[in-house]
Nanobody, 112 residues
């Protein structure tokens, strides 16, 4: 069973930055697609960003130009650099391996 452990969440003021990490218990070098999703209270889980093995990326319109997804295959870790954070970015952030395996989530709270 693959385990994913997110970290790096917290409380930050609007305009600030956070970097989320997702450590995998398996090698991620050959994983076709990894991504980040988020779920705000009372809302559905939405796509934030995905990163393909080829290096191709996809971002939700709401985060384009502010968030950057990346991976370090040597550390089996996926990252999400979040800059210029807004209160509407407040949510629990989840990483996933191809939609098959999910982490437990990390809370991000952005104060105005």
């Amino acid at each position: 069973q693959v385990q994913l452990v997110e970290s790096g969440g917290g409380l930050v003021q609007a305009g600030g930055s956070l970097r989320l990490s997702c450590a995998a218990s398996t090698s991620i070098g050959s994983v076709p697609l990894m991504g980040w999703y988020r779920q705000a209270p009372g809302k559905q889980r939405d796509l934030v960003a995905t990163l393909a093995r080829s290096g191709g990326t996809n971002y939700a319109d709401a985060v384009k130009g502010r968030f950057t997804i990346s991976r370090d295959n040597t550390k089996n870790t996926l990252y999400l650099q979040m800059n210029s954070l807004k209160p509407e970015d407040t949510a629990v952030y989840y990483c996933t391996l191809g939609g098959l395996f999910w982490g437990q989530g990390t809370q991000v709270t952005v104060s105005s």
